[in-house]
């Protein structure tokens, strides 16, 4: 496998970051235009895993509000004055970068970045079954009332966790 290294998202990566997002979650779609949004309110949490063949993964993240998550595919307009999370809306990898040790490194730089600026916590939605992955990042599931409803439209295995970063 050619070298893969993250770096900031631009415009430009918008198609690639559409086209390994089609891959890794073909049952939770997303258009052009929330991801393209997602950069504009936050380039600082947008990040993609570039190689010799384009895009080969990303990491988008925001500052949101706890136990809450924007609805899928949908645009949301600006950031919550009252955020006090950062949400880590979405990270993929394409199939042929997976496995080769990518993830750790994004989400620590995630979440040094996070802690950097202040914040407590990273929040997420763990999809696909993949609540035992974001454990070993760090991440505990929060049995949340507030997210029950969001949680089911996500499937039966989604859950909401979340990473303390500050005591």
Same mark, same amino acid.
């Given at each position: 496998m050619?070298e893969?290294?993250? !770096? ?11 086209? $390994? ?33 384009g895009v !080969? ?5 925001y500052p ?8 899928l ?8 004055d ?6 880590l ?7 042929e ?9 994004i989400v ?6 996070a802690?950097?600026d202040?914040?407590p ?18 991440f505990?599931? $929060? ?25």
């Open positions: 050619p893969l290294n993250w !770096r900031p998202m631009r415009e430009g990566d918008l198609d690639g970051v559409v086209a $390994v997002a089609r891959l890794a979650f073909p049952n939770h779609l997303e258009d052009r235009a929330c991801f393209a949004e997602r950069l504009d309110l936050n380039p600082g949490g947008c990040f993609v895993l570039d190689g010799a063949e !080969r993964g990303y990491l988008v993240a949101w509000r706890r136990e809450a998550a924007p609805a595919n949908s645009l949301i307009g600006a950031l919550p009252d955020a006090d999370v950062i949400y809306h979405d990270l993929a990898l394409h199939p970068a997976r496995g080769g040790g990518h993830t750790r490194p620590e730089r995630l979440a040094a970045q802690t950097a202040g914040w916590d990273i929040a997420l939605v763990a999809v696909n079954d993949a609540a035992a992955f974001w454990n070993r990042l760090g505990q599931a $929060v049995d949340s009332p507030a997210m029950a409803a969001k949680l089911a439209s996500y499937g039966a295995d989604a859950r909401y966790m979340v990473r303390r970063l500050q005591a």
